[in-house]
């Protein structure tokens, strides 16, 4: 979902691109406090976490190689869903692509032909999981391109959408032999099918969910205001908290939808008071550190 909106976002402001400004307003916003955030993260694997142990490539190499491995790599650390940012990297370079499927609506159909699932935990392979996103990213950028006519369809048949939607979900709970994540060992192994059938539900679910908030717009208004231009910051260092709870409270913390929204709950405030004191302290820097 985090893709889809990506993808959706990049094209409706894409009146607006310049390559090259473009380009350094990520890399002020997003790559910046993604070394700066990854710091304490990539000490912790070097010193304490024993990264030579789980990652037998990195034996017999020195520190700044190792450093530098960690920074490309993004998920190989305690703070593991910052894997997401080498891999976007990719996409704000390939920027010029985009815009050039935008003007050349046949480039569209890569949404039908890449059967790329993603890679295995901990998401390592940059290019891999770059190939796995993009259609979903295209997606995203399909939908802004033609919001009028597929909000209208989307509003027809809405309903069915949602029915498709639930036999997916029935269908994966009750009949499919493992649960969560499509991965693959390799980039085009079919090991779990051809079909990404977790990929197809949260596309179907983006697609309902975009719906659903133009719906209560009037409701949310500017309610969530602040919690939206924070997002990336939260995203940056919710890993930590993450990490620090499941550390301390392992006994406690026990799979259950209770302990899941005590955990979700815990984890996005602190997140949002961790980003609304790094404003307070940093001031207008604070986006180059913390990323909001």
Known sequence: MFVFIAGYLFHHLSEKYE??????????????PYLFLSTPAVYHAIWVGGLEERFLELQDTGVLY???????????????????????????????????????????LLLLILLVHRPEYPNLDVVH??????????????????????DAYVKDNFIWLVLIFLMILFYQIFFMEYHGVHTSVSMFSTERGVIDILLLQKLILSILL???????????????????QISFG?????????????????????????????????VVFLSIATCYLGQKFLNKKSRLVIGC
Not at 19 to 32: G, I, Q, S, T
Not at 89 to 97: N, R, T
Not at 246 to 262: A, K, P
Request: charged share 15%; hydrophobic share 55%.
């Open 66 to 108: 190792k450093v530098a491995w960690l920074y490309l790599k993004g998920g190989a650390h305690l703070n593991h869903p910052l894997w997401f940012i080498p891999m976007i990297m990719l996409f704000y370079l390939a920027a010029p692509f985009f815009i050039y499927i935008s003007k050349n609506q046949k480039w569209y």
């Open 129 to 150: 999981s770059f190939l796995s996103f993009l259609p979903v990213y295209i997606l995203g950028m399909f939908f802004s391109q033609f919001r009028v006519e597929l």
């Open 210 to 228: 975009l719906h659903l908030l133009k719906i209560f717009d009037r409701i949310v208004e500017n309610r969530l205001d602040y919690i939206a």
């Open 19 to 32: 390559y090259k400004r473009y380009l350094k307003k990520k890399f002020l916003n997003v790559l910046l």
């Open 234 to 266: 939260i995203f940056f260092v919710h890993g930590y908290f993450l990490f620090i709870l499941s550390y301390f409270f392992h006994e406690v913390i026990q799979f259950s939808l209770i302990n899941w929204f005590i955990l979700t709950t815990l």
